[in-house]
């Protein structure tokens, strides 16, 4: 118990402090995870929402190998980046490896199953509503999926939120493919790991409490910016 | 209001990269958590202009990385490991840099009678004749190596242990962290013992043998090899590594009134 009130209090500090370092991770958390969802946005939201209109054979198949995929282990994810992109592997000529490039790449490719998974979840109810609508105005296959994601776009925030929470907690990837170097490729997730190693655990209690500050107010300023939540637009 | 959040969101990836030259090092989790790298690198900066990345990793994942092409050179302590690296050709040479030691770490009550073993392996005799709980490594670390090359010259091997022996494949601070936990004796270079914040019930019970001597070496990764490395830039860390600077500040390096370090490059 009294670990927690010591994390508290560092936490505490480390704020009021404006320690430089705190602001560098925690800066470097975000970019790397926003990124993450941006690109992994443009990717799922798109895949969900053709997923929920589309139909075509072993259709089921893909949305259940989708489904699946949400629980796909991040250290084997950071395994597999490690692999391609090292120096001895096929896109090693990039020279990506331990950077944040290489972290983003690793957090698209476990959160996209999960943003498109949700994403298709949500369309397909809507579909069920509009599909009506939008047969009999004729509308192309891209009009549809561009209605739906636009008049879903409330669900869709809610998907990419959630692909954001998973890719800042996450941990076990980035260290594989980021190597956790200070300067470089230390994130918040990286910090903690290692301050639990050197049995600093107020520490890194309080890096986790920065974490868990940080996700809430991004969602907070998301939810700000699609000007959600507020009378009149339930 | 909204304007200005995106803004901020905006300058959240606009960064500003460092323009010294970098150079990629795979360390060992016990060389990093000593806390020496944090005196060395910025020393190194100032007077070889090379920004060191550490990738702190256990000694086997070090030589993989290093084998791969990943880093520029690689600094660890398995002389088996290191000669086996560089008769491949993944390695120029292997330079000696300076040596610290291991310690064997136990409850306070001892009831293996550690304390009063007359050589390491006398040492580890007792805990597996006590059959009390010992925590390993168990990531094929240096540390890891040089607690099983004990095993055997006490003549015992851990497949033949019982559930006292618990492997962990972990770092050496969370191997330490779960001994501690588990009121275990553990194998741990002095460096993390020392600067381990969560000693909770563990205590120092057994140094000073020289089977003990824990060697780090500097490996350059060879560029024959792997023709992107920073060849140069690994020969200057080298020989900043091996300069009365380097020897002063390993030297100088202490925690609590402890030596932690010996500098001990040749020529």
Redesign the interface.
């Known amino acids: 118990m009294n670990d927690i009130t010591e994390g508290l209090r560092a936490a505490f500090w480390l704020l009021v402090s404006f320690d430089a370092e705190l602001w560098e991770i925690s800066l470097r958390s975000l970019k790397v995870s926003l990124s993450a969802v941006v690109i992994a946005c443009a990717i799922a939201v798109p895949l969900g929402t053709w997923l929920a209109v589309q139909r075509f054979a072993f259709r089921r198949t893909v949305i259940a190998v989708m489904n699946a995929l949400m629980g796909l282990p991040p250290v084997v994810v950071g395994l597999m980046v490690y692999i391609l992109l090292s120096r001895s592997g096929p896109f090693g000529v990039l020279g990506l490896l331990f950077t944040p490039t290489a972290m983003v790449i690793a957090q698209v490719v476990i959160i996209t199953p999960l943003i498109a998974s949700i994403t298709h979840q949500a369309m397909r109810e809507l579909w069920a509503e509009y599909h009506d609508l939008l047969i009999s105005l004729n509308t192309s296959k891209w009009q549809r999926v561009r209605t739906l994601m636009w008049d879903g776009r409330r669900a869709l925030l809610t998907a990419a939120l959630a692909g954001f929470g998973r890719a800042i907690g996450e941990v076990g990837a980035i260290m594989v493919v980021g190597g956790n170097i200070d300067h470089a490729t230390r994130v918040l997730t990286t910090a903690i790991a290692l301050e639990t190693g050197k049995g600093d655990f107020a520490l890194a209690l309080g890096l986790g409490f920065v974490l868990i500050g940080l996700a809430v107010c991004v969602s907070l300023v998301t939810h700000a910016l699609s000007q959600t939540e507020r009378r009149g637009r339930w | 209001?909204?304007r200005m959040?995106?803004a901020a969101?905006a300058a959240?990836?606009i960064?500003v990269a460092?323009q010294a030259e970098?150079i990629?090092l795979a360390v060992t989790?016990s060389f990093h958590?000593s806390g020496l790298s944090d005196v060395l690198l910025p020393q190194i900066l100032a007077d070889t202009g090379l920004?060191v990345?550490?990738?702190?990793?256990g000694t086997g994942q070090a030589i993989r990385l290093g084998?791969?092409?990943?880093v520029d050179a690689i600094l660890v302590h398995s002389r088996s490991a290191e000669d086996a690296f560089v008769a491949a050709g993944f390695g120029t040479h292997r330079r000696e840099i300076m040596y610290n030691d291991f310690v064997l770490i136990g409850p306070k009550a001892d009831a293996g009678a550690v304390a009063g073993a007359q050589n390491a392996a006398e040492a580890l005799t007792r805990i597996a004749e006590a059959e009390a709980v010992f925590v390993s490594r168990g990531d094929d670390s240096g540390t890891h190596k040089k607690e099983l090359a004990l095993w055997a010259a006490a003549g015992k091997g851990p497949e033949s242990f019982g559930a006292w022996y618990r492997a962990v494949g972990a770092?050496?601070?969370?191997a330490?962290?779960t001994a501690?936990g588990m009121d275990a004796y553990i194998l741990a270079d002095r460096a993390s013992w020392l600067?381990?914040?969560?000693?909770g019930n563990l205590t120092l019970l057994f140094a000073g043998d020289p089977v003990l001597f824990n060697q780090y070496a500097y490996l350059p990764v060879n560029p024959e090899l792997?023709p992107?490395v920073k060849a140069e830039a690994a020969e200057a860390l080298e020989a900043w590594l091996t300069s009365d600077t380097a020897a002063g500040l390993i030297n100088g390096y202490r925690i609590g009134g402890e030596t932690l370090f010996t500098f001990n490059a040749g020529e």
């Open positions: 209001m909204i959040v995106w969101v959240v990836f960064g460092a970098e990629k989790t958590n920004e990345q550490l990738l702190v990793v084998e791969a092409g990943d770092g050496m601070g969370a330490l962290n501690a600067n381990f914040a969560n000693k792997h992107h």
